[in-house]
């Protein structure tokens, strides 16, 4: 595609294609001054659409039948595609004339494929896209048929059923979903912390002494709300309050301490209130609960690997630190080991001290059970696992677990190896089995499937060879 200018010579054979909502335009080159010479003068050479119609004339006008077939072409424009539609159009208007012809085009992809398969001289260069600007500006009056009224609507409805298609076609969208849940699970969490901690510090007005024997927050708002008065604690209570704690020694100290508080009295309104912002820390727990078994869920559905080597969590946390799994999956290993981490590792790079080690990968129990001498070591290379997974995820048909459990155990070996200096196995080997179990996998799962087809082959026939029974006549 070239991109020096030919617009300042002879106006023959020489055109212009602009694609609208509507169609595609094919205008023309008229005799007059030269295009570049008109431009340097002023940007304000073609407002006034008698000066631009005296220089380029609307060639052809092709409209697109129905709106997915707009769509369809402005996508491929976009790619720099040439539609079949585009090229008949072409072909038409250049029919036994594509080597005497050029083509001024607003896109050097576009502009190539229609040289490599039409045979015609394309060019792309600053005169071509400011006049197009200027042509799309005075559409209206080169297209009598359609008003300005009409070119906006029809834009309107394109750019409406563009984007109704690519958030149908958007690989990301379960990732949405899994983005969206971490970030309310990381919510929930300290929501559930900040209402524990006001209840403990509500209700520790009244039995200060509960707060040090009862440590979980679930534990102690239901401690609240069986218990209410403490000075209605008996032996009795025994049963229930062990039921709570689940250890019959702790609730015999929570009665004991219970008959030797030094809490203040409260009134039948404090205990309305204190019960019911326990309810509802309560609640919160349960809908935080709820909303965990959701996030597995996915993950097992969007990356089933990633959560098998990382656990649900810290996998959707790096999905959402990356803003969806193909971003995550084009990360190379090193980013994926400090990610989380921006914030020190440019603090690091701005004063020249040592960079962060890990980022969110540092929550994985890998990395917690290591010594600290392995820790770095053991986060490279649970960072390398992780990237492979995540490209096995995006990349692969049909994920499942398997591979995941494979690599999990292949970082609990290298933990070993490191502690004792035994050589482990090789990557290679440690893949073809990973993808021997994978091919396992898929055969029981067809397998399996066929069975329950199988099974209710034989039902629907035996159903059908079963004698009806005639009715008998009423005598």
């Known amino acids: 595609v070239s991109t020096q200018s030919t617009w300042g010579m002879a106006p023959k054979n020489i055109f212009v294609l602009v694609e609208i909502a509507s169609g595609y335009c094919l205008f023309k080159r008229k005799e007059g001054p030269e295009l570049e010479q008109l431009m340097s003068e002023t940007q304000e050479a073609f407002k006034e659409f008698g000066r631009l119609s005296a220089m380029v004339k609307l060639a052809s006008f092709l409209p697109f039948t129905t709106a997915d077939m707009a769509i369809q072409n402005i996508e491929a424009i976009d790619k720099g595609e040439v539609t079949e539609f585009l090229r008949d159009f072409l072909s ?39 006049l197009t600007r200027w042509l799309r500006f005075h559409l209206a009056h080169y297209l009598p048929d359609h008003t300005e009224a009409d070119l906006v609507q029809a834009q309107l409805g394109l750019s409406h059923g563009h984007s109704r298609r690519l958030l149908r076609m958007n690989v990301n969208r379960s990732d949405n979903m899994i983005i969206q849940a971490i970030s309310l699970l990381d919510q929930i969490d300290k929501d ?180 600290k001498e392995h820790k770095g070591k053991i986060a490279r290379y649970v960072a390398n696992k992780a990237s492979l997974c995540s490209r096995i995820d995006f990349f692969m048909e049909k994920p499942n677990r398997v591979i995941g459990d494979v690599m999990s155990q292949q970082v609990e070996n290298r933990m070993l190896s490191v502690v004792s200096g035994d050589i482990p196995p090789t990557n290679v080997e440690i893949m073809e089995g990973a993808m021997n179990a994978y091919r396992k996998s898929l055969k029981r799962q067809k397998r399996t499937k066929a069975d329950v087809e199988e099974a209710v082959e034989e039902a629907v026939e035996e159903v059908a060879e079963k004698p009806k029974k005639k009715k008998k006549k009423s005598a």
């Not at 229609?114 to 005169?127: H, P, Y």
């Not at 403990?200 to 440590?215: A, D, I, S």
């Not at 509802?280 to 089933?304: C, E, F």
Request: hydrophobic share 40%; glycine share 8%; charged share 20%.
């Open 92 to 130: 038409q208007q250049f029919s036994g004339n594509e080597g005497k012809v050029k083509l001024g085009v607003g896109d050097v992809t576009l502009g190539q494929n229609i040289q490599k398969e039409l045979g015609v001289t394309c060019e792309f260069n600053d005169s071509i896209h400011e």
């Open 192 to 371: 559930i912390n900040t209402f524990a901690m006001r209840v403990q510090e509500w209700y520790g007005w009244h039995f200060p002494e509960m707060k040090r024997l009862v440590k979980d927050n679930s534990q102690y708002c239901r401690l609240v709300l069986v218990i209410r008065s403490k000075s209605t604690l008996t032996e009795e209570s025994l049963e229930e309050i062990s039921g709570v704690v689940g250890n019959d020694d702790l609730a015999r100290e929570i009665i004991s301490m219970a008959s030797i508080s030094m809490g203040m009295d409260f009134v039948e309104a404090d205990f309305v209130n204190i019960e019911s912002f326990a309810q509802r820390v309560l609640r919160l727990s349960a809908y935080r609960s709820q909303l965990y078994g959701y996030l597995v869920d996915k993950m097992n559905a969007v990356a089933p690997n990633l959560a098998a080597l990382m656990g649900e969590q810290i996998a959707g946390r790096l999905i959402c630190q990356a803003g969806s799994l193909v971003n995550l999956a084009k990360y190379p290993a090193s980013t994926v080991q400090i990610l989380g981490a921006e914030k020190a590792l440019f603090r690091a790079l701005k004063e020249k001290s040592n960079t962060p080690k890990y980022g969110l990968i540092f929550h994985c129990s890998y990395i917690g059970r290591a010594a």
